[in-house]
């Protein structure tokens, strides 16, 4: 660890703390109806879909989420299916099988953007542009208005509705991440991102072999990639590619981008409840644990391997294996834990050559729930649902009635809210159990002993928590892992949001009850030190058995001087 690398990563946390306000403000605005400069061609849209923009109840809502949802898988397969046919398609790459197909819709209709084979090698321009960045926009937007539906049943009182998804999904494009996106677009084709259609160039290296360059629409996915929180490169090693991300100014706002809009949600929530201070807390939990978490990552790789060391290898800068020069220790531990606290699953380092524990927080940091910071809108409502919990704790241990934002909780909030919470592990340690001990799953992994039950113990807790990254040691490319993967991320995504759902259907039609004194204060440092105990130890319960046959028991073999 470098004073110049604290010093990158508090600028980091500097930029996105100063746009939580302004940024959390302007959504607020928007999804209130007070922003409308773009109203004409919402009205266009609307009248184009049949939307008539009535409000909706929550079942109403979440059918009407899914059913986009399934239009949009079957449409993406098909696309894939269909590549030899499309145009914009020069490298003559053909269709993908039924299996990888499957796995790529899923994965982008869910925001995980689990890739199981290599952009540049496999997809064309027509499905890169019309397949995978439209469905960074639409199941971002989705997630943002996911999140909207559940604010909206603590802000209001008695109510039946909880908005209407296709407004919402609708004016989360148009206002928030379309600008953006061409904001960001334009600064990545400044600093040298390509953005073209034409066909892939040939070259002669130094050493005489020739290579072909590719090339492509690269810049306008970069940018909604990096702000939609969705992850999916161009490229094969996604955002290590110089064409990715070119300059360290690039490394910087990529990474800014990652946070910012899951950031900026928590001061939108607060302002849409009438009390900022309740967003300012959420925040508060949020950067707690992502700072708690990227010391630790940072720590564990400016150590490197203590073997290395021993061998009289000179390692001055810690553990460079799988890392980019240009980007350094300090740069790749802190997008590692921006990127999986934020269910991006970009990657400018590979995590599979972290040290055990710098490994280990990747991991922790996606079991968790995807909550600190998370997925745009995702990241928020899972955080609401934590804080439910804690508040039912709370309200065991003094005996009253738990109560927040004035909304009592009571038995049919907290088992919606643990049914959402509890599906997680189910698929995450029920699909790694199962490929541990199956033929089909042991073909996975490139390692073997702890590393390589880490491999897999990743990839299903990536895509269970609609993540995305990988430990890159594992093959993926097969029937089995795209289907037990596909599933998982299904399992991740839509089983956790329709309990949700039914605690804003809850949530809205309740009363709000005025404060008195025996009401637990819920933004305050006694609020925060609950929510985020609760979190670590429902993570810690969870999932320490399966992290100790992983990470940390591959931590004590190097540090006695035993590899695989």
């Given at each position: ?177 379309l600008p953006l996106a061409i ?104 950067a707690l644990l992502f700072l ?174 609609n993540n995305g990254s990988a ?94």
């Amino acid at each position: 660890m470098t004073v110049n690398g604290w010093i990158q990563i508090g600028l980091f946390c500097l930029a996105i703390l100063v746009c939580v306000k302004p940024l959390g403000l302007y959504m607020a605005r928007v999804f209130e109806g007070e922003i409308t400069f773009l109203r004409p061609v919402e009205r266009f849209l609307y009248r184009l879909c049949g939307v008539k923009g009535e409000e909706q109840h929550w079942t109403t809502y979440t059918i009407a989420m899914l059913a986009f949802s399934i239009a949009g898988f079957v449409s993406l397969y098909l696309m894939q299916r269909l590549q030899a046919v499309l145009p914009y398609n020069p490298q003559g790459l053909a269709g993908l099988t039924p299996d990888l197909s499957f796995n790529t819709a899923i994965s982008f209709i869910t925001n995980t953007n689990w890739q199981s084979y290599g952009g540049e090698t496999t997809l064309g321009y027509a499905v890169q542009m019309l397949g995978l960045t439209v469905h960074n926009f639409l199941s971002a937007a989705t997630g943002i208005a996911l999140a909207l539906a559940l604010i909206r049943a603590f802000a209001r009182r008695s109510g039946k509705t909880v908005g209407n998804f296709w407004l919402d999904l609708t004016r989360g494009t148009l206002y928030v991440l379309l600008p953006l996106a061409i904001l960001f677009g334009l600064f990545l084709v400044w600093q040298g991102v390509p953005q073209n259609l034409g066909s892939y160039t040939g070259a002669v290296g130094l050493e005489g072999i020739k290579q072909l360059i590719a090339q492509g629409p690269v810049a306008s996915q970069e940018a909604i990639k990096m702000l939609g929180t969705n992850g999916g490169g161009f490229f094969n090693v996604n955002s290590a590619h110089p064409f990715e991300n070119p300059t360290g100014l690039t490394d910087f706002f990529e990474l800014w981008s990652i946070l910012v809009i899951s950031a900026a949600l928590t001061y939108t929530f607060g302002h849409m409840v009438k009390d900022t201070r309740q967003g300012w807390a959420i925040f508060a939990v949020m950067a707690l644990l992502f700072l708690g978490g990227l010391g630790v990552t940072y720590w564990a790789e400016g150590q490197g391997n203590a073997a290395v060391a021993a061998a009289h290898v000179m390692q001055p800068t810690g553990n460079m294996e799988g890392k980019e020069v240009r980007f350094g220790v300090a740069n790749s531990s802190l997008w590692a834990a921006a990127t999986t606290d934020a269910s991006n699953g970009s990657v400018n380092a590979m995590h599979d050559s972290f040290t055990p524990i710098g490994g280990l927080i990747p991991i922790i940091n996606i079991e968790l729930g995807e909550i600190v910071f998370g997925g745009v809108g995702s990241g928020l409502y899972g955080m609401l649902l934590f804080a439910i919990i804690a508040m039912f704790v709370a309200g065991l241990m003094v005996g009253r009635t738990p109560e927040y934002l004035g909304k009592k909780i009571e038995a049919r909030e907290v088992k919606m809210a643990m049914l959402a919470i509890l599906c997680l592990p189910l698929s995450i340690l029920g699909f790694t159990a199962l490929a541990s001990v199956t033929k089909l799953g042991l073909a996975g992994p490139l390692n073997s002993g702890p590393h390589g039950f880490s491999e897999i113990l990743y990839a299903f807790t990536s895509a269970t928590g609609n993540n995305g990254s990988a430990f890159a040691g594992l093959t993926a490319t097969t029937v089995f892992y795209n289907t037990t993967l596909g599933f998982a991320m299904l399992i991740g995504r839509f089983l956790f949001i329709v309990p949700m759902m039914a605690v804003a259907g809850a949530l809205v039609g309740k009363k709000i009850v005025p404060t008195s004194a025996g009401t637990f204060p819920t933004h305050g440092g006694l609020f925060i030190g609950l929510l985020a105990g609760v979190i670590l130890i429902v993570g810690g319960l969870t999932f320490f058995p399966a992290l100790s046959l992983g990470p940390i028991v591959e931590h004590l073999a190097m540090q006695a001087g035993t590899f695989f």
